[in-house]
């Protein structure tokens, strides 16, 4: 049986240059990144009552693993992204779930634009990561 003709009639659609070079640009630092190695963990966002604008965040994260591949359970550092998944800035603040972020402090660079940001390992475990992102806003963040 032959799926019917209509199936493959769609409008003509331009390219956009511009969004397949972020695209080439992203799947090329996943992979010289090794982004996804890992346990991988789903995270909540929250806000405040006043914006609840964390509701248009999805996060999640892969754990470090070491060079034999082993994951230490709930173990910090990895990789951690977040999007913002609106037409509108969204605000909240991200629970990372690692068990051993407490008494140091730790370095997030986003590997999508370089930006690093300096953070509390007290606060990350207590209140979590505060994120603020444009509409369709995004973060690719390595943690150490």
Do not use: K
């Not at 969204?90 to 370095?107: I, N």
Request: charged share 20%; hydrophobic share 45%; with cysteine.
């Amino acid at each position: 049986m032959r799926p019917p003709v209509f199936l493959s009639r769609r409008p003509g659609e331009l390219s956009d240059a511009s969004l397949a070079g972020w695209y080439r640009r992203l799947l090329a630092t996943v992979a010289s990144h090794r982004v996804r190695a890992g346990a991988w963990q789903l995270l909540e966002s929250g806000g405040w009552p006043d914006n609840d604008s964390c509701r248009n965040l999805l996060a999640w994260s892969w754990s470090a693993a070491d060079a034999s591949g082993d994951i230490a359970d709930g173990a910090a550092g990895g990789h951690l992204v977040v999007v913002n998944f609106s037409a509108e800035p969204a605000q909240g603040r991200v629970g990372l779930g690692w068990t051993d972020l407490r008494g140091r402090g730790w370095t997030l660079t986003d590997l999508l634009d370089d930006r690093v940001f300096e953070r509390s390992g007290d606060e990350l475990a207590g209140q979590g990561l505060f994120v603020a992102l444009p509409p369709w806003g995004c973060h690719l963040l390595a943690m150490r």
